[in-house]
């Protein structure tokens, strides 16, 4: 996707469940889209994800790749 031109790219590195997945990017296009970075929106979204599943399986898969402001 970056090749392609894609600025950034928010994936995880193994599965996770789909549920877990919509709620963090269901999070992370909130702060997004109300002003905030994307580097903190991921990072308060993935904090909050993983307030509620403590598990490292349901939250430590997720990265963002590319330029990130």
């Known amino acids: 996707f970056l090749v392609a031109g894609a600025q950034n790219v928010i994936m995880s590195l193994f599965k996770v469940d789909d549920k877990i997945t919509q709620e963090l990017m269901l999070k ?14 991921f990072q308060k979204s993935k904090a909050e994800i993983k307030a509620l599943y403590p598990d490292p399986l349901h939250w430590g898969s997720f990265v963002i790749l590319g330029h990130i402001e």
């Open 28 to 41: 992370f296009y909130n702060y997004w889209s109300n002003g905030i970075s994307k580097r903190e929106a």
